[in-house]
């Protein structure tokens, strides 16, 4: 198992009482967002909401309503595929106000050095590339079983 990562990231609330906050992982690394901590530091008492991808219903993972402070210790994980987004919104937050978000996630990712790149792709093992500027893979990252 991997140790946890955390990280944090702030925005000051718009005129309109709307902040968000963005988390990408990279292209060869999936996240398990295990806690989102939301903290502002405003009078009134915003929503906040934890997306991944784009800021729509579909893709709305937890929320919390009306609290300066919150946290949500996931029971199953928010699951943030690499080269996708991981965004907090809050709204109905004090203009001016900072708003805050702490993460913690697990880290997962299979990376196959390049000098067994050949022996793989000899293999006839359905991968995904990842190709370096010249054109040329520099690792290869497996896809995962569905659990």
């Given at each position: ?37 939301v903290v502002n530091d ?106």
């Open positions: 198992m991997t140790t946890p990562i955390h990280d944090n990231a702030q925005a000051t609330a718009d005129a309109t009482g709307r902040a968000f906050v963005t988390f990408y992982p990279s292209f060869d690394e999936d996240w398990y967002v295990e806690r989102i901590t405003g009078v009134l008492t915003p929503d906040a909401f934890a997306y991944v991808g784009s800021i729509s219903a579909a893709n709305l993972k937890d929320f919390s309503d009306g609290l300066l402070t919150n946290i949500a210790d996931e029971a199953s994980p928010i699951y943030v595929p690499g080269g996708s987004v991981l965004v907090v919104l809050w709204t109905g937050a004090t203009v001016g106000s900072i708003c805050t978000a702490n993460i913690q996630y697990r880290p997962e990712s299979l990376v196959i050095p390049q000098a067994a790149l050949g022996e793989l792709l000899a293999s006839g093992v359905g991968v995904d590339g990842m190709l370096r500027e010249d054109g040329f893979p520099n690792q290869i990252r497996m896809p995962r079983a569905k659990r």
